[in-house]
């Protein structure tokens, strides 16, 4: 391979191990927009929170003397999941329930204040410097001429993209085949409706937010063990992006928001490969207003219909 | 018409008498204290904190300044431009006419106009950016060399030590960084050194991976880094993860122990150009104990900086008997200082006559040598 199809090939990798995590962020949004038409804007902190569990899980059981890793990291994920899983109830609970029903605008500021108050929440309990953890998983495949270039692949990035394919399928699975899942569709479609029908939505929504922010939680483990560093603040450019994702996919659709997290992710490493790094937020932006000028609902979005 | 005269009347004998009786009972006088307590830069704020504190401490122990004792005030910037404004016009209702700081360029610049405008007297012990004496300010001060004197040394240090092949030069696209990688570019063209690399990173970004990919692919051997550590922990830490090895240089900004916690074995033997370790002085060995003996650092890079800060405000007051800013501008402009960071002179634009940096070698364990 020539020098330049191996830099290609390095950056589609670093494209799609990021893209893989903002998917893992969009799909909270995603659904919770599929089924009360509503932004949660607090997600990004979810995932954020997220991070720091599993930093303080890790780092509390190498204290202990655990220093096996497959062991730190599911007693992690675990801990992380639940924790995260239920922050998201507690904010569905807290700020989105008693306001279900109102105008549109007043959860979103409700949604964007929870926000604000997690960031500082976590900045007043943890502090706002950057948390390091020493880096776990270490090593990886280089292959290519190391003349031209070398193409490395860390486990690290398998393991991100192995996780992200496995939670994908496993949420894919639910929500088609469960009962549960079933009653998500079913929500989404036509919330009242399901309503009269004698299915609990309010418990639905909440599993909502639970699957969203495990998702996010997993995505915080995945990332905070990537990059090795968090803070308060990570969750807001993370949420950022995958909003992004998520509208660029075509919000409430779970494909879509696959689709739109691999997408973004490498549009931004292609952008920083041919051009100054700096064009990188501007190029994923670009891109993000092109698609919805011609596709208003994204790229796997159904054209939403007048509920009269 | 008559009433409301009246009123401004008794308003303004009642302003004036509690103008007299607060100077009456003024015994200490307050020093402000901008810089970050808070966000990702607050270790900075915690550096001017510990030397602002122990000048004082030192000064009020050997009888204050013209019979009043000191009392520094903390105003917390959170090195967001925005809430320095804020922060500077707060100083100003609380009627406070010393500041040390602000600390981050950015912020410190847009904080002078305030203090020039309303007659207070600044002097920073960090920020570097040049663009801040640049405006005829009368009031504005610092303890610190200027951000061309750094770029200039970095310059000449990859020139005549380092003599990298192929460089790059990354910038975090903020006043501080962008400005002094500017330089260094531009003192390397001057030199027929060409820059194989120039471009800009997010702040508060994590992914690097792109950027690094193509350091690789351009064979960079040496990678200057103008910003602050954060970025250039992660960038360094993934270098290392996807086995890119150059020699790295960034300015004081980068000199921190969490650059060491981020990047861990990848920090080692980062170049940087900071200021001289003053805590490693004889002179300050006194100092040094005193801040050690409470439980703090006094090994940060702004901590003396800001202790002279303080020396040079008390003894320009103690000098003019004046609390005056105007009064005091002057005098500091004309006359020589002698404080913890050595003989301390000033030019015309309130910039100090000689710098105050040297270039460093980080270590893994947070600590620093002078260079080879």
């Not at chain 2, 040496?222 to 960034?250: C, D, N, W």
């Not at chain 2, 002279?308 to 005098?331: I, P």
Request: charge should be negative; glycine fraction near 10%; aromatic fraction near 8%.
């Amino acid at each position: 391979m020539s020098e330049f199809s191996l830099y290609l090939l390095q950056q589609l990798i670093n494209g799609l191990t990021i893209g893989s995590t903002y998917a893992l962020i969009a799909i909270g949004y995603t659904m919770v927009y599929g089924i009360i038409g509503m932004i949660n804007f607090a997600h990004g902190e979810i995932y954020m929170i997220g991070s720091y569990v599993t930093f303080i899980v890790i780092a509390g059981l190498m204290g202990m003397g655990i220093a096996s890793l497959p062991i730190l990291l599911v007693i992690a994920l675990v801990v992380a999941i639940f924790i995260s899983s239920t922050y998201g109830w507690t904010v569905e609970r807290v700020a989105y329930r008693p306001l279900r029903g109102t105008n549109r605008l007043i959860p979103l500021i409700s949604a964007i204040g929870m926000s604000i108050f997690l960031q500082n929440f976590v900045v007043l309990s943890q502090g706002s410097r950057d948390v390091a953890l020493p880096p776990q998983i270490t090593g990886g495949w280089n292959f290519g001429d190391p003349s031209l270039f070398e193409v490395s692949l860390s486990y690290m990035q398998v393991l991100i993209f192995a996780v992200t394919f496995i939670s994908m399928t496993l949420l894919t699975l639910f929500i088609s085949r469960s009962r549960m899942g079933r009653a998500c569709r079913a929500c989404s479609e036509d919330l009242g409706m399901t309503n009269l029908l004698g299915i609990d939505t309010n418990k639905i929504i909440a599993l909502t937010f639970i699957v969203g922010a495990a998702l996010a939680a997993i995505a915080g483990l995945l990332l905070g063990l990537y990059y090795g560093v968090v803070n308060p603040f990570v969750g807001f450019i993370a949420g950022l992006k995958a909003f992004t994702a998520a509208v660029l996919g075509g919000i409430g659709s779970i494909p879509g928001a696959m689709l739109g997290g691999l997408i973004l992710g490498v549009t931004e490493a292609m952008t920083a490969a041919f051009f100054p790094s700096e064009y990188k937020d501007v190029v994923s932006f670009g891109l993000l207003v092109t698609i919805l000028l011609f596709r208003p609902s994204g790229l796997l979005g159904k054209p939403e219909v007048e509920k009269v | 018409m008559n009433q409301f005269r009246k009123t401004l009347l008794s308003l303004s004998t009642a302003v004036c008498i509690m103008g007299l009786t607060a100077a009456a009972q003024a015994e200490t006088l307050k020093i402000g204290l901008a810089g970050p307590s808070t966000g990702p830069v607050a270790q900075y704020g915690d550096m001017q904190k510990i030397g602002v504190m122990a000048a004082i401490d030192d000064i009020n122990k050997a009888g204050g300044v013209n019979g009043m004792m000191l009392e520094g005030v903390v105003y917390d910037d959170a090195c967001d431009p925005k809430q320095a404004v804020a922060v500077a016009n707060k100083i100003v209702n609380d009627g406070i006419t010393q500041v040390v700081g602000h600390l981050c360029s950015s912020s410190t610049e847009p904080a002078t106009d305030i203090y020039d405008e309303e007659g207070i007297l600044m002097i920073t012990a960090a920020s570097t950016s040049p663009s801040i004496t640049e405006k005829g300010y009368k009031t504005i001060f610092r303890t610190i060399g200027l951000d061309s004197l750094q770029g200039s040394m970095a310059a000449e240090y990859i020139m005549e030590n380092a003599k990298p092949k192929r460089i790059a030069i990354i910038h975090d696209k903020q006043q501080y960084g962008e400005g002094l990688a500017t330089s260094v570019r531009d003192l390397l063209d001057a030199q027929g050194v060409k820059a194989a690399m120039f471009e800009g990173v997010t702040p508060g970004d994590k992914d690097f991976s792109a950027l690094i990919a193509k350091l690789k692919k351009e064979n960079v051997d040496f990678v200057y880094y103008g910003g602050y550590h954060p970025e250039l922990g992660l960038i360094l830490r993934q270098s290392a993860e996807k086995g890119f090895t150059a020699q790295f240089m960034g300015p004081e900004g980068v000199v921190n122990s969490d650059l060491a916690k981020i990047a861990g074995a990848a920090s080692e033997g980062v170049l940087a150009t900071a200021p001289k370790s003053f805590d490693q002085n004889p002179v300050n060995e006194t100092r040094v104990a005193a801040i050690k003996a409470k439980g703090e650092d006094p090994t940060g890079p702004f901590v003396f900086t800001a202790y002279a800060a303080v020396e040079v405000m008390t003894d320009a007051m103690a000098a003019t008997k004046s609390t005056d800013a105007e009064v005091l501008s002057d005098y500091i402009r004309e006359h020589d200082f002698d404080t913890a960071i050595g003989k301390v002179k000033y030019d015309e634009k309130g910039d100090l006559t000689e710098s105050t940096f040297l270039v460093y070698r980080l270590h893994q364990d947070g600590s620093k040598t002078p260079a080879e």
